[in-house]
């Protein structure tokens, strides 16, 4: 029996028709192992990946190989996305036997949860020196039957190297100058100054780098970091991994010059690109970062909000084609011919021209990825905006790829806070008001009366899993950028909520964190990464919002905690700059201070936007005016208007700067 139904997972629910039978995670699935005493199949993945789907129908659709999976096996079957400590746990285990991971994560486990045999994507027949699916689930099948003695002593030598993988946690200190000094120097090795980025292909978008790379600038004058982030930016900006004609990113690009990327698109991907295109615009007036910050924030929220105000996690790379098969980019990709169908000849020319579209084809069956080449010379923008708004009129006809509504609660906090920024930045109202949505929605359902996070939700039902780390670190940063947009201290009050269970759940001794907390489901290894992968790692999103926490309201254990925290990114920045990007990026708040704004005036006005417009790493600003602003904002307390006049008070280092009316000066004062 397939015991999927009535999951909240859309990728678990896209396996509830299988005839395998699927368990979700659970003691009671590992109980039943053991009655019947066979070894588990775990099968991880995700609603948006490709080759999920590929062994999904290959394997799990099919009833041959169902029937043997049942008889021998009990399978089960977990989302990667609300469970991320359980993939993080047996994808260390899956590095460290073969060396590399990814999805599907296929891992055989004993009945007590202990891996012996690993995986990712398996054919259905045997291919380039991979055994067949069968083949693997035979041998496994055999090994247990035949030679158990072996199979425990594997088992129990994996989960013993896990047990005892200690942290460096960098000693006593933070990061200073030096690490991030060498953290910009091993950046710098790496750039690829060709086509901007980090590192050959596959080419991630490398959002928390150029976050710590602007902040840098703005902290210390530094050039060189400036072209990077903006080349890099520019590049990802023209190239085929963003979307020219609906906006937002694409998840990666397969080749380092960002022509065909891989097509679904990410809530985290482009919640964090958009608040990085917002922030090089505000360091460098650029017209291109304003237009790919904005046309970002409006795909998120015309594609990926839910009817409950949140925001959903994914949209796939597959969708039907002409002839009806479901495959990678049929949504997005164009040939000369369909241009024709849509523009006519000579309007078609031009497209092609402008978009890079070939005879040849740049991606697959002579179709071509859109993307804005360097040497398509001048434009008629008129033009382009025309034929841009045509075929994404007739590509709106094509069949849609399909969309993982889920909520989870870390990636929702990142488009809060991007989407509150970008809004206050470009006076977009409407923005602000779908973060607010977003973060009502947060409060109501996934905080809802348990006063502990849920990590994700479905159609305002929350899931049944428990928020980790980055849940609390994301959220809260989403919160606290809300109540620096929009002066609400009640934001910044459940900012500090959820920090507070940050430090009594996840913190341990010495500053470390642990990505689950102290009372959560206990695993073969508490999992504890503080690097940064596609998103912030739970541990540095949280250093960075304990440390913003502690600029509002000078809480002297939430300044500990972030210091405390930050000691692993005195580490592994210089070590390994590009996997701890965000760690970096809060270092240098650190550095500046951070700078603390309040503003004794209306939110909104002149002082408050130049405030928020200032580029200071990690600066806080608090707007409010009347005898209440004080109950709000701890900032705001005793710093009254001066001469009547919206006044602006400049703090850092426990020194403040004499008050100002004057927003030139407070721009001056904030890097404006």
């Known amino acids: 029996m397939n015991r999927l139904a ?90 460290a036997a073969t060396g590399h991971g990814g999805w599907p994560m296929t891992v055989f486990l004993t009945p007590d949860a202990e891996p012996f045999y690993f995986g990712t994507y398996f054919p259905p027949e045997p291919r380039h020196g991979s055994p067949s699916f069968q083949q693997v689930l035979e041998g496994v099948t055999t090994a247990w039957t035949d030679r158990r003695e072996e199979v425990a002593e594997v088992a129990g030598r994996i989960v013993a190297d896990l047990a005892g993988r200690s942290l460096v946690h960098g000693g006593d200190g933070v990061p200073g100058e030096s690490e991030v000094a060498q953290a910009l120097l091993g950046l710098t090795r790496e750039y690829d100054e060709q086509h901007g980025g980090f590192g050959g292909a596959p080419k991630f978008p490398p959002a928390m780098a150029v976050e710590f790379l602007l902040r840098h600038h703005a902290r210390t004058g530094a050039e060189g970091a400036l072209q990077m982030a903006a080349d890099t930016c520019t590049a990802m900006a023209r190239g085929g991994i963003y979307d020219q004609l609906g906006g937002g990113f694409a998840r990666y690009s397969v080749d380092r010059e960002w022509i065909v990327p891989h097509f679904e698109k990410m809530l985290y991907d482009n919640a964090l690109l958009c608040r990085v295109y917002a922030h090089l615009w505000r360091a460098t007036g650029s017209d291109e970062a304003r237009r790919i910050a904005l046309e970002t924030a409006d795909f998120m929220v015309r594609e990926l909000r839910t009817a409950e105000g949140g925001f959903a996690s994914a949209l796939d790379a597959d969708s039907e084609d002409a002839e009806g098969r479901h495959v990678e980019g049929a949504y997005y990709v164009w040939t000369p011919e369909q241009l024709r169908d849509v523009l006519g000849e000579d309007d078609a020319a031009f497209a092609a021209a402008c978009f890079g579209v070939t005879e040849e084809g740049t991606f697959e069956e002579g179709a071509s990825v859109l993307r804005l080449p360097g040497d398509a010379g001048p434009v008629d923008a008129a033009r382009v905006a025309g034929v841009r708004a045509r075929l994404l009129a007739a590509r709106d006809e094509r069949p849609h790829p399909g969309r993982d509504d889920k909520v989870v609660a870390a990636w929702n906090g990142l488009a809060i806070a991007a989407l509150a920024e970008t809004g206050a930045y470009f006076d977009r109202p409407d923005l602000v008001e779908r973060a607010t949505e977003a973060a009502d929605l947060l409060v109501r359902v996934h905080l809802g009366e348990v006063a502990r996070l849920t990590r994700t939700s479905k159609d305002g039902r929350a899931g049944d899993n428990a928020g980790v780390l980055e849940d609390y670190g994301d959220v809260a940063e989403g919160f606290l950028a809300l109540a620096a947009v929009t002066g609400e201290g009640a934001w910044l009050e459940f900012a500090g909520f959820l920090l507070d269970i940050v430090l009594e759940q996840f913190t341990g001794e010495g500053g470390q964190l642990f990505d689950t907390a102290h009372d959560a489901e206990q695993l073969i290894r508490r999992p504890q990464d503080p690097t940064d992968s596609a998103t912030p790692s739970g541990w540095t999103a949280a250093a960075g919002a304990l440390l913003s926490y502690a600029a509002y309201t000078g809480s002297e254990p939430h300044r500990t905690a972030a210091e405390g925290a930050l000691g692993v990114v005195k580490a592994l920045g210089p070590r390994v700059p590009r996997f701890v990007g965000w760690g970096l990026a809060v270092a240098e708040a650190l550095l500046d201070g951070p700078r603390e704004v309040a503003v004794a005036g209306p939110v909104g006005g002149e002082l408050h936007r130049t405030a928020l417009l200032g580029r200071a790493p990690g600066a806080v600003v608090a707007a409010g005016e009347g005898p209440g602003a004080g109950a709000e904002f701890p900032l705001l307390v005793d710093r009254p208007p001066v001469g009547g006049e919206p006044t602006a008070y400049v703090c850092r280092h426990f020194v403040c700067d004499a008050p100002t009316t004057d927003a030139g000066e407070l721009a001056d004062k904030l890097g404006g």
């Open 6 to 95: 009535g999951v909240t997972s859309p990728y678990l629910l896209q396996h509830a028709d299988n005839p395998v039978d699927w368990w979700p995670w659970g003691s009671e699935a590992f109980e039943e192992a053991k009655r019947r005493d066979v070894p588990v199949l775990l099968s991880v993945g995700y609603a948006a990946c490709h080759w999920c789907h590929v062994m999904a129908h290959e394997s799990f659709e099919d009833d041959e190989t169902a029937a043997y999976l049942n008889a021998h096996f009990v399978p089960v079957k977990v989302d990667r996305e609300e469970r991320p400590d359980v993939d993080a746990v047996y994808m260390e285990a899956v590095q």
